[in-house]
């Protein structure tokens, strides 16, 4: 069974490749349907999403892939002593394994069944903006976090039946190695009203790296599942699509749909419109991949993702090039890439991503009936000289570099949602820039100022309607490296 240490290597390659409302202006008449979505409940999210019936009745779905290693919480203890506060800027985390710079909302401990209730939590965050389930992956593991698919159906079927979670199977990749493990497991789960299917009633296989096993490995797979009565669809998820053994034709004898990792910089991202051309030439559907940003404390790698960029660019290519599904890479690797609400930037990834979603699954650029602002930037600049150096998985201490991709970048970004025009202000120290944005989302970004903590903006008739002061302070030098972008902002809300 493999883990991410082992994928480290592997994952470059594909890399290398490719809180005051103004009045809402009148809806287009899709959403006038939307009325049995709202409720006297607050709406955190800039748009009024259809109800999760009817975003979930398209034929266009959205998932995300759930790290099982990093749920909510790993030993069920208040924020300021668990595993994750000992993960954050060490200087030697489990072996370098993790060194973190993010981690889940923080919450006190529960009583019960505190593993389900967490997987309920992140359901219920996942639904709040409009994703159908998760892509689970898992195996039998000695690391008790890797069994837990049996909590989430159990959450899912508590919190939503609609909720779906699609089976991500590890396998054992040597030469040679039996289909077994994958079989039992499957044939395990199958009859689970929370396993996703097709309409058909096949189980939908998702497995992460499927290259490094045999098309004829993946067909005994199929095959013996058969015989146990549990049809299945591969959608497998490529490390690299478009090369080497995926381009086989003999993969599309076996396969549902194609999916891949993906890219983590916005200059690839404009390879998925081919890749869903492909799919589709092929008669097999496309699962586009979408990420917000890829930075790794534990080797010293990240790829520059122009702070929200990446997620608005792969989101709108997958609306524009006409993807079947999505798959948010991922919910919760918090050592590599996540979208998930965290204590570092909020809800500010997923709520910009509702956006796309309720495009993606209506196919109609959605109205904004809410003002709202959210900013997204770095701690430091790319280049803030740094006082220690965590040590990496090899060994020897870590310095962050982007080893391939779009240039690092150095910009404070406001992405805001307008019911009206307005103007948008970014204020860092005694350097301040303004915009005038049109009603909808309008993304303005300025050079990073070192020293300031940013403060954004927007003002109508010389009226400030909203105002929202960032969580992170800019250094213009720092202890430990962190390349990651924080974020916050959004509308004053309850949230799960």
Avoid at 398 to 426: C, Q, R, W
Avoid at 471 to 496: E, K, L, N, W
Wanted: charged share 20%.
């Amino acid at each position: 069974m493999r883990t991410r240490t082992r994928l480290v290597a592997a994952l470059a390659a594909v890399l290398v490749a490719g809180a005051s409302a103004t009045a809402a202006t009148a809806a287009p008449d899709r959403h006038q349907a939307r009325a049995s979505a709202a409720t006297s409940e607050c709406n955190p999210l800039p748009v009024t999403l259809p109800a999760p019936a009817q975003l979930r009745a398209s034929p266009k779905k959205v998932f995300a892939y759930y790290f099982p290693p990093f749920p909510v919480s790993i030993d069920n203890k208040a924020p300021e002593s668990d595993s994750y506060s000992r993960w954050q800027y060490s200087l030697d985390s489990e072996g370098g394994a993790y060194d973190l710079r993010d981690r889940p909302i923080g919450r006190d401990p529960r009583s019960g069944d505190w593993k389900q209730a967490d997987f309920e939590t992140e359901i219920r965050r996942a639904i709040q903006v409009g994703i159908d389930g998760f892509i689970f992956e898992y195996h039998d593991s000695g690391d008790a976090r890797w069994n837990q698919l049996p909590a989430m159906l159990a959450a899912a079927k508590a919190v939503d039946p609609g909720f779906r979670i699609m089976l991500g199977p590890d396998f054992p990749t040597a030469a040679g190695a039996a289909t077994d493990p994958v079989v039992d497991i499957v044939a395990r789960y199958a009859d689970d009203p929370s396993v996703y299917k097709l309409d058909d009633g096949r189980v939908v296989l998702a497995p992460f790296y499927p290259e490094r096993q045999s098309v004829a490995w993946w067909k005994s797979v199929e095959d013996k599942l058969a015989a146990e009565g549990v049809p299945t669809a591969l959608v497998p998820i490529f490390l690299s699509w478009g090369g080497g053994t995926t381009e086989r034709s003999d993969w599309n004898d076996i396969v549902y749909g194609y999916s891949q990792w993906g890219t983590r910089f916005v200059g690839g991202t404009g390879t998925y419109a081919k890749d869903s051309a492909t799919a589709h030439a092929r008669g097999r559907i496309w699962m586009q991949p979408a990420a917000f940003e890829d930075t790794r404390s534990y080797d010293g790698r990240y790829w520059e993702s122009s702070n929200s960029g990446l997620l608005r660019s792969s989101l709108q290519t997958a609306i524009d090039s006409d993807a079947d599904w999505v798959s948010l890479i991922t919910w919760n690797d918090y050592t590599e890439s996540w979208v998930s609400p965290s204590a570092e930037r909020g809800y500010a990834v997923t709520d910009v991503a509702s956006y796309y979603v309720d495009a993606f699954k209506t196919g109609a650029t959605p109205a904004v009936t809410q003002d709202a602002l959210y900013y997204f930037h770095r701690s430091q600049p790319t280049d803030a000289p740094f006082a220690r150096q965590p040590v990496g998985r090899d060994g020897s201490p870590v310095t962050m570099h982007v080893p391939n991709g779009d240039p690092a970048s150095d910009k404070v970004e406001l992405v805001a949602f307008l019911t009206t025009p307005g103007t948008l202000t970014i204020t860092q120290g005694s350097d301040s820039h303004s915009e005038t944005a049109g009603a909808g989302l309008t993304s303005y970004s300025v050079p990073l100022v070192a020293g300031n903590t940013p403060v954004f903006a927007l003002t109508r008739g010389g009226a400030t309607v909203r105002s929202v002061t960032s969580t992170t302070p800019i250094r213009a030098s720092v202890d430990f490296q962190d390349m990651m972008y924080h974020a916050g902002g959004g509308i004053d809300c309850a949230r799960p």
